[in-house]
């Protein structure tokens, strides 16, 4: 089973890193969210699936009862996915606030903010006199 | 010798309070220094006459094994006297050339600066030393050449000055650190007995070329030569003492002073030979070219590098005695006529020969001094250039190999020489006035004319009686640079020797030349002579510059596109080339051998998640992606539960549902995400991606193979109860073991939502969608809409 997942988590990846590079800024938020199921199907694959129990103590014990599934990824996971939620949140505003303002949803209208031929390198007749 | 070096930085410090002080005199007052110095140095000369060498070491830097040492031998002693004698007579002349300037606190401390690095230049026996002092003429060099810094002209000069010496100082350094490895030491004085073990050494040729490139730049030899005349934009001061007795000296110093440890070669001859020699030929006949006094000069200069660099090329007794002969006849004279040009400059507000004329009525004491020493350039008898010409033609007419070129070659860089001699000291002192002058000519002050009559009287007074040099001096600074003691006569009358000869010849050339220069000068033939070899390698040498930073502007702008799907386009391939590249080329690939056991629910679920995911990427509705997200993310959801994490799939659950309401939300006010890209571009994104994620997919089953090390699980596990007193082992991981992660997580959280309440609570302000215009003008809607409520703000207050 992990190696099924190992391949959906690549499929999770090529089609995030597909719509993160369309210039509709929409495609890029999907893009975005598909990433961190991607990342967190990586980390929960990586720390091996077990079918049994959950990590959980029984209220009778001091150690859970084996087998019992991996905390340790399921910890990372549970921030990565509240982390993401914020992300999302974020970024989609920011889209929303460019929105507004430029009326544009195109990833490559975001390079008006930086100058493109600002450079004085053309400065040719600032020679030596002769 | 530490104390003298010091003595300089310490008064060029304290420059501008005398100036403030003393004003007008100051230049009297400070020029007491350099003038103590040499009397300092002239004490040496019985000594070090007799052959004694004086060495002084300080600790400077112990780890290194690197004392602050000094050593004087002859050779340093001829340069340290020129340093301090004709700087003593610059710093008296620019006390009166600069008098009245705001500018002459900072003009001294520059100045004395630049006589500070240039004596420890000469004086260091350290090479790091050394170094250190090379370097800082180059440094002050640049301030003084951009002292007029609100010029561009000047700022030009000053930094192609820079560039080309301070380029050619680094190629020294590695030079002179590969040769301190060969000989293991750092004292040029003890360098100078391992000659041979050098010359032996694999490592000599690039030695040689390194120290080249350091001599060649700083000696201004072609194809370097083009700094110097433009150098000239300094004040006239600087240019005199840069000329006349340092900076450019500093070159054919550090090659006489390597001399013994690297000369005597066949590349060594050939080199200096050939680039001395031509420099010498091509600048001598470009200085007829130019009618501004200091640019005629500064042709000169060059051409005296380049017959120093080729006499000590030739590098025998003879040769060597010509050159340190050379050099004090061009010391005197170059100092007293760049003097000159600027006293003139000074008094009629022009340098053009061709407006000046007259000027021996006016300006008698200037005109004395002045023409002593151009008839001495010109090696007119009895001054000290005819004896210089002289002995030069002996050396070259006894050079081991190839003499009558050598000489043929002298007498048309020397024709050219008195030619241009003659046009500065004769033209404006003689003759009629042709321009009209914006001011009524008179005698420069004494601090003016003091420098260029003391030069020419010595001019004429080693001329006329040789020997009050030739033994101690001049013998003992071509024992420096031999190592070895040879009897050095000098003497107007040699007979009637073929060298008297060629000095005839010599003459005829150059008085011929002299009285063609009205009509050669302004020639076609000169015209492309000046564009080709006088302004065409400085120009190439800017334009390379600019090439340069325009080369960086573009492959800046190639990589910077400024389009964030060209850099993760890029970073994608990365990916897929290195990472990629790296796996196929480990042979010992192993991949999981079966799938495991899979049960077909689960198998149905990643197949669903696979095709949610597919269907988000085809969707060209937002809604209907945003649909297909949901779906991928609860069957994730559902997948956590299966596998025992029950937590996760409730916090899955949860955000899926929060995002989905806040897509709604957001979605409702933004357009579609309709429209396509061109089939191309999708088609080379879809290989790009699709390759990223068989990268990953790979890199994981790899990771499958190998053995997972749970020592961090089981410690958490066991202790989740014992120390944290809690039953949900991943509730205690977050809330205890790694307490402070998650409170960097609420932090996060808090300020995105921090961010989205700025965001959305921000002023709206509407501009119209900009386009990409070519021709570079503001949006004048959006300027329009940006400053019309300021000016109704500020309208009525201004109204009344």
């Given at each position: 089973m992990e190696l099924i997942l190992a391949v959906v988590s690549g499929c999770l990846f090529a089609a995030s890193f597909y719509l993160l590079m369309r210039r509709n800024l929409l495609r890029f938020v999907i893009g975005i969210i598909i990433l961190g199921n991607a990342v967190n199907l990586l980390i929960f694959t990586m720390g091996r699936l077990t079918r049994a129990q959950p990590p959980v103590i029984p209220y009778d014990a001091k150690i859970p009862p084996?087998?019992?599934?991996?905390p340790l990824p399921q910890a990372l996971i549970l921030t990565a996915i509240v982390i993401s939620f914020g992300l999302l949140a974020f970024t989609l505003v920011l889209i929303y606030r460019n929105y507004t303002v430029g009326r544009t949803m195109d990833a490559d209208g975001l390079d008006q903010a930086e100058p493109n031929e600002s450079l004085d390198v053309y400065e040719d007749e600032k020679r030596l006199p002769a | 010798m530490l104390l003298a070096v010091l003595s300089v930085f310490v008064v060029a410090a304290l420059a501008p309070l005398v100036v403030r002080l003393l004003g007008r005199a100051a230049g009297w007052v400070l020029g007491l220094l350099p003038l103590g110095l040499f009397g300092y140095f002239v004490r040496y000369l019985p000594a070090v006459g007799h052959g004694e060498t004086v060495r002084e070491t300080h600790p400077w830097m112990p780890a290194l094994d690197a004392p602050a040492s000094f050593y004087l031998d002859g050779l340093s002693l001829l340069f340290a006297l020129l340093v301090t004698g004709i700087g003593a007579l610059i710093v008296v002349y620019a006390g009166g050339y600069m008098a009245g300037s705001d500018e002459l606190g900072r003009f001294y401390v520059q100045l004395l600066g630049f006589m500070g690095a240039m004596l420890g230049l000469v004086l260091a026996d350290n090479i790091l030393l050394f170094f250190i002092f090379f370097e800082l003429t180059s440094l002050t060099s640049y301030l003084l050449i951009g002292f007029y810094h609100n010029e561009e002209s000047s700022r030009a000069a000053a930094r192609q000055a820079l560039i080309v010496t301070g380029s050619g100082g680094l190629a020294l350094l590695a030079g002179l650190l590969l040769l301190s490895q060969v000989t293991?030491?750092?004292?040029l004085s003890q360098m100078l007995a391992m000659g041979e073990t050098v010359r032996q050494h694999p490592y000599y040729l690039g030695i040689f070329i390194l120290v080249c490139a350091g001599a060649f730049t700083k000696s201004a030899?072609?194809?370097?030569?083009?700094w110097l005349p433009a150098a000239?934009?300094?004040?006239t001061p600087v240019s005199a003492y840069l000329h006349s007795a340092t900076m450019v000296k500093a070159g054919g110093f550090l090659l006489a002073r390597l001399s013994p440890v690297l000369g005597g070669t066949a590349v060594w001859t050939g080199t200096l030979t050939v680039v001395g020699g031509f420099t010498m030929v091509l600048t001598a006949w470009l200085a007829l070219r130019y009618t501004d006094l200091k640019q005629i000069l500064a042709y000169t200069t060059t051409m005296v590098l380049g017959l120093l660099t080729m006499l000590l090329g030739v590098g025998t007794a003879e040769a060597v005695a010509a050159m340190v002969t050379f050099t004090v006849v061009h010391a005197l004279y170059k100092g007293g006529l760049f003097m000159m040009a600027g006293s003139i400059d000074h008094e009629t507000g022009t340098r053009n020969v061709r407006e000046l004329g007259g000027l021996r009525g006016a300006m008698p004491l200037t005109a004395a001094g002045g023409l002593a020493t151009a008839l001495s350039m010109s090696g007119?008898?009895?001054?000290?250039g005819f004896i210089g010409k002289e002995v030069t033609y002996e050396a070259a007419l006894h050079a081991p190999s190839g003499g009558l070129v050598l000489l043929a070659a002298g007498v048309l860089a020397n024709g050219a020489l008195i030619a241009s001699g003659l046009v500065v000291g004769l033209k404006p002192f003689f003759g009629e006035r042709s321009g009209a002058l914006t001011r009524d000519p008179h005698e420069a002050p004494a601090s003016m004319w003091l420098g260029p009559a003391v030069l020419g009287t010595l001019g004429l007074a080693f001329g006329v009686y040789p020997a009050l040099i030739d033994h101690t001096l001049l013998q003992s600074a071509q024992a420096g640079i031999l190592q070895e003691s040879h009897d050095l006569h000098l003497a107007l009358w040699h007979g009637l020797t073929p060298a008297f000869f060629a000095s005839l010849a010599t003459f005829a050339l150059g008085f011929g030349l002299f009285f063609a220069w009205d009509r050669l000068q302004p020639s076609i033939a000169m015209a492309g002579l000046g564009r080709v070899f006088g302004n065409g390698p400085g120009a190439v040498f800017e334009r390379g510059l600019y090439g340069l930073s325009r080369t960086g502007h573009q492959v800046t702008r190639a990589i910077q596109t400024g389009q964030f799907r060209w850099y993760l386009f890029a970073i994608f391939s990365s990916v897929i080339v290195l990472v990629g590249g790296a796996l196929l080329a480990e042979a010992t690939i192993t991949l999981p051998s079966s799938i495991g056991e899979a049960r077909y629910y689960e198998v149905a679920l990643a197949v669903l998640i696979v095709l949610s995911a597919l269907a988000a990427v085809r969707a060209n509705d937002r809604f209907v992606a945003i649909l297909a997200l949901s779906i991928g993310g609860y069957s994730v959801a559902l997948l956590y539960l299966l596998f025992g994490a029950p937590d996760l799939a409730m916090t899955q659950f949860s955000v899926e549902t929060l995002s989905l309401i806040l897509l709604v939300i957001v979605l409702i006010h933004l357009p579609g995400i309709e429209g396509t890209e061109p089939l191309s571009r999708r088609i080379r994104d879809a290989l790009v991606a699709t390759g990223v994620g068989a990268v990953f997919t790979v890199i994981m089953s790899i990771t499958l193979t190998m053995p997972l090390d749970l020592r961090v699980s089981e410690y958490l596990a066991s202790n989740s109860y014992t120390e944290a007193q809690g039953h949900n082992i991943v509730n205690v991981i977050l809330v205890d073991f790694r307490g402070l992660d998650t409170m960097g997580e609420i932090t996060v959280l808090t300020m995105a939502a921090i961010g989205v309440f700025v965001l959305m609570r921000m002023p709206s302000i509407r501009k119209p969608a900009l386009q990409p215009s070519g021709d570079g003008q503001p949006a004048d809607p959006e300027v329009a809409g940006v400053s019309a409520p300021d000016a109704e703000a500020t309208g009525p207050a201004e109204a009344p």
């Amino acid at each position: 089973m992990e190696l099924i997942l190992a391949v959906v988590s690549g499929c999770l990846f090529a089609a995030s890193f597909y719509l993160l590079m369309r210039r509709n800024l929409l495609r890029f938020v999907i893009g975005i969210i598909i990433l961190g199921n991607a990342v967190n199907l990586l980390i929960f694959t990586m720390g091996r699936l077990t079918r049994a129990q959950p990590p959980v103590i029984p209220y009778d014990a001091k150690i859970p009862p084996e087998p019992y599934a991996n905390p340790l990824p399921q910890a990372l996971i549970l921030t990565a996915i509240v982390i993401s939620f914020g992300l999302l949140a974020f970024t989609l505003v920011l889209i929303y606030r460019n929105y507004t303002v430029g009326r544009t949803m195109d990833a490559d209208g975001l390079d008006q903010a930086e100058p493109n031929e600002s450079l004085d390198v053309y400065e040719d007749e600032k020679r030596l006199p002769a | 010798m530490l104390l003298a070096v010091l003595s300089v930085f310490v008064v060029a410090a304290l420059a501008p309070l005398v100036v403030r002080l003393l004003g007008r005199a100051a230049g009297w007052v400070l020029g007491l220094l350099p003038l103590g110095l040499f009397g300092y140095f002239v004490r040496y000369l019985p000594a070090v006459g007799h052959g004694e060498t004086v060495r002084e070491t300080h600790p400077w830097m112990p780890a290194l094994d690197a004392p602050a040492s000094f050593y004087l031998d002859g050779l340093s002693l001829l340069f340290a006297l020129l340093v301090t004698g004709i700087g003593a007579l610059i710093v008296v002349y620019a006390g009166g050339y600069m008098a009245g300037s705001d500018e002459l606190g900072r003009f001294y401390v520059q100045l004395l600066g630049f006589m500070g690095a240039m004596l420890g230049l000469v004086l260091a026996d350290n090479i790091l030393l050394f170094f250190i002092f090379f370097e800082l003429t180059s440094l002050t060099s640049y301030l003084l050449i951009g002292f007029y810094h609100n010029e561009e002209s000047s700022r030009a000069a000053a930094r192609q000055a820079l560039i080309v010496t301070g380029s050619g100082g680094l190629a020294l350094l590695a030079g002179l650190l590969l040769l301190s490895q060969v000989t293991g030491t750092l004292e040029l004085s003890q360098m100078l007995a391992m000659g041979e073990t050098v010359r032996q050494h694999p490592y000599y040729l690039g030695i040689f070329i390194l120290v080249c490139a350091g001599a060649f730049t700083k000696s201004a030899q072609f194809p370097f030569h083009f700094w110097l005349p433009a150098a000239m934009a300094g004040p006239t001061p600087v240019s005199a003492y840069l000329h006349s007795a340092t900076m450019v000296k500093a070159g054919g110093f550090l090659l006489a002073r390597l001399s013994p440890v690297l000369g005597g070669t066949a590349v060594w001859t050939g080199t200096l030979t050939v680039v001395g020699g031509f420099t010498m030929v091509l600048t001598a006949w470009l200085a007829l070219r130019y009618t501004d006094l200091k640019q005629i000069l500064a042709y000169t200069t060059t051409m005296v590098l380049g017959l120093l660099t080729m006499l000590l090329g030739v590098g025998t007794a003879e040769a060597v005695a010509a050159m340190v002969t050379f050099t004090v006849v061009h010391a005197l004279y170059k100092g007293g006529l760049f003097m000159m040009a600027g006293s003139i400059d000074h008094e009629t507000g022009t340098r053009n020969v061709r407006e000046l004329g007259g000027l021996r009525g006016a300006m008698p004491l200037t005109a004395a001094g002045g023409l002593a020493t151009a008839l001495s350039m010109s090696g007119i008898p009895p001054l000290f250039g005819f004896i210089g010409k002289e002995v030069t033609y002996e050396a070259a007419l006894h050079a081991p190999s190839g003499g009558l070129v050598l000489l043929a070659a002298g007498v048309l860089a020397n024709g050219a020489l008195i030619a241009s001699g003659l046009v500065v000291g004769l033209k404006p002192f003689f003759g009629e006035r042709s321009g009209a002058l914006t001011r009524d000519p008179h005698e420069a002050p004494a601090s003016m004319w003091l420098g260029p009559a003391v030069l020419g009287t010595l001019g004429l007074a080693f001329g006329v009686y040789p020997a009050l040099i030739d033994h101690t001096l001049l013998q003992s600074a071509q024992a420096g640079i031999l190592q070895e003691s040879h009897d050095l006569h000098l003497a107007l009358w040699h007979g009637l020797t073929p060298a008297f000869f060629a000095s005839l010849a010599t003459f005829a050339l150059g008085f011929g030349l002299f009285f063609a220069w009205d009509r050669l000068q302004p020639s076609i033939a000169m015209a492309g002579l000046g564009r080709v070899f006088g302004n065409g390698p400085g120009a190439v040498f800017e334009r390379g510059l600019y090439g340069l930073s325009r080369t960086g502007h573009q492959v800046t702008r190639a990589i910077q596109t400024g389009q964030f799907r060209w850099y993760l386009f890029a970073i994608f391939s990365s990916v897929i080339v290195l990472v990629g590249g790296a796996l196929l080329a480990e042979a010992t690939i192993t991949l999981p051998s079966s799938i495991g056991e899979a049960r077909y629910y689960e198998v149905a679920l990643a197949v669903l998640i696979v095709l949610s995911a597919l269907a988000a990427v085809r969707a060209n509705d937002r809604f209907v992606a945003i649909l297909a997200l949901s779906i991928g993310g609860y069957s994730v959801a559902l997948l956590y539960l299966l596998f025992g994490a029950p937590d996760l799939a409730m916090t899955q659950f949860s955000v899926e549902t929060l995002s989905l309401i806040l897509l709604v939300i957001v979605l409702i006010h933004l357009p579609g995400i309709e429209g396509t890209e061109p089939l191309s571009r999708r088609i080379r994104d879809a290989l790009v991606a699709t390759g990223v994620g068989a990268v990953f997919t790979v890199i994981m089953s790899i990771t499958l193979t190998m053995p997972l090390d749970l020592r961090v699980s089981e410690y958490l596990a066991s202790n989740s109860y014992t120390e944290a007193q809690g039953h949900n082992i991943v509730n205690v991981i977050l809330v205890d073991f790694r307490g402070l992660d998650t409170m960097g997580e609420i932090t996060v959280l808090t300020m995105a939502a921090i961010g989205v309440f700025v965001l959305m609570r921000m002023p709206s302000i509407r501009k119209p969608a900009l386009q990409p215009s070519g021709d570079g003008q503001p949006a004048d809607p959006e300027v329009a809409g940006v400053s019309a409520p300021d000016a109704e703000a500020t309208g009525p207050a201004e109204a009344p």
